[in-house]
């Protein structure tokens, strides 16, 4: 870093996670003396505006990192997995939005609310988890607190932005021309293609040999590796929904120790300075992903311990997933490490 | 009945449901010699086609039952309340589609493949279980025969025709004009309305004290008492997702013997009458309700073994909430009753 601040690079800038990484980066306290953005030649040329000045999109090559002090990523697996390592080399602190480097014993998985005690001053290399992964870890780290969790079971209703602008793109045509064939969902990377408006799909990402696909076992893995428990049991099911942002997940999880009454885990929860309560049934209260796009924290709601075991309760998350479910964590992964002075020499 | 049928009545013949019963009593081979098609005095005079004759609403009084055989109900839970007696008393077999009487002890409370043997020639009074609740149990009672249920554990993706014709229109204009105030979803009767074109809300019918929706202890209660297993631990979470018609139920059952391969259920299901198996992961086969509104079945796919527990199961069940959740189910009924000689004298 120089005087005035951080130089930042920002991979994957046209993207739709890229742009919100813009726009956290630009209203979070973090000083930046520079901004380079980066993308595919497809993208070069375009220009984003950055604290009053404008930033022009280069296109990536090996030679972007120099004099970069802090590299966010979010463009693929396979760009991170080729030029993450790069920007290392040349002195980089990088916070990858993939899925490259997530589950290596290596590199750090954080949440800041849940596990940034485990980032230090040599930390070059961070793993921002899963978009679901973050807000269910962000609502179950009061309860594994303050309870212990045995296991933990979700149901997702996860919104299309999380596939990408163009997902985005085909719900808006869909719903104006019924003829219209879908191209990028369940996954862009598989086969077959399905409609989303008005309907719902039980795939996210490609199957595994189990049954499960690829999104329910990163919540399952990255959950253990965030909480930092490979004791916990976690089940997932992935599903889309015709939701443009905001990722809900119908919580069941089972505690170590029973609860006595469902005040007790609304109490928790409104105490817990990291989620935001949404939970009053007297006036319909409860998030809604619709009601609560582009906001920063995770809201909890319909709080319930189950009818039959007294160890037993069930909850509703909301939470952006572009913003907390990825730019925003990213931003939050950086603003932590210059906190607490772990970033930049 | 006279010698070429059942005289038969249907009461709410004008909402989504009543259209469905007339229809899908058209094409089963119940013999009817008359239909007398009844609403409220709003819709009377409206015209509906059955069997190649035009069948004109008659306002429903406390006479309208006299000379039925076989009367359906569908016209809410107080039409039910006060006029299925009447009809009972006049000699007709009722069945009945709203909640009325479906947790009166007295009252068998049927889907067919499950439990039609509970009926018999002193059967007066049968009420049709609640929309999710159907599919759940058809998919369930292989399970239940074979290993034992423990417990059983759904999140739903409840279609908007389940609140009826009017929260269609609602998410219609939703849909073309983003400035509509909703005034039906998420419940008619309850206080605040959201909307539901790109949002979901996590709240079907009103909220009891315990934090559950009415919705979630009707599929508690009313899956113990079709499976005839106070036993049988049950939660579930309701959620209204934007599509037209078919429930999807995200759902985890607890065996009470261990379960060695996903292929074991898949087997199962495969070789279950009663249910469509579409669980093929090297093609991208899963139910989804776009694809399979205006279906008789009950389609189950997306199986999986428990990746820590050796009893526990995952699955994914989609049918059309106003046919075998409602209209189909309450004619299968009757079809039961008239095939086994329990109808009529």
Chains 1, 2 share one sequence.
Not at 61 to 77: C, K, Q, V
Not at 192 to 199: P, T
Not at 289 to 313: A, M, N, S, T, W
Request: with cysteine.
């Amino acid at each position: 870093m120089d005087q005035r601040g951080y130089r930042v690079a920002i991979v994957g800038a046209s993207g739709e996670v890229g742009r919100n990484m813009i726009e956290t980066l630009d209203r979070y306290p973090i000083p930046v003396s520079s901004l380079r953005l980066l993308a595919s030649k497809r993208s070069a040329g375009k220009v984003y505006s950055f604290r009053n000045s404008n930033v022009v999109i280069e296109e990536l090559t090996e030679n972007s990192f120099d004099d970069i002090d802090l590299a966010f990523f979010s463009a693929g697996g396979s760009v991170s997995l080729k030029y993450a390592p790069i920007a290392v080399s040349k002195g980089a602190v990088v916070i990858d939005n993939t899925s490259a480097f997530r589950m290596d014993p290596e590199i750090p998985l954080v949440v800041p609310e849940v596990n940034a005690h485990i980032l230090s001053k040599e930390t070059r290399l961070i793993a921002n988890p899963n978009c679901s992964t973050i807000q269910l870890v962000v609502a179950l780290k009061p309860l594994r607190d303050r309870y212990g969790i045995e296991s933990v079971n979700v149901s997702t209703y996860q919104a299309i932005s999380g596939a990408g602008a163009k997902a985005l793109y085909e719900y808006d045509a869909e719903l104006t021309d019924e003829n219209h064939l879908p191209q990028i969902l369940p996954t862009r990377s598989d086969e077959i293609y399905y409609k989303i408006a008005h309907n719902v799909i039980p795939q996210i990402d490609v199957f595994m040999e189990s049954g499960y696909t690829k999104e329910e076992i990163k919540m399952i893995n990255e959950t253990q590796k965030i909480l930092n428990d490979d004791g916990i049991k976690v089940n997932a099911t992935c599903v889309r929904v015709p939701v443009r942002y905001g990722h809900s997940i119908s919580t069941t999880v089972k505690l170590k120790s029973p609860v006595s009454t469902r005040m007790e885990i609304i109490d928790l929860f409104e105490q817990c300075e990291d989620v935001v309560l949404r939970d009053d049934i007297s006036h319909q209260t409860y998030p809604m992903p619709l009601y609560l796009q582009h906001r920063d924290e995770v809201f909890v709601g319909r709080i319930r311990k189950d009818l039959f075991e007294e160890q037993v309760i069930h909850f509703w998350i909301v939470a952006d997933n572009i913003l907390k479910g990825a730019a925003l964590n990213s931003v939050q992964i950086a603003y932590y490490m210059h906190q607490n002075g772990l970033l930049g020499d």
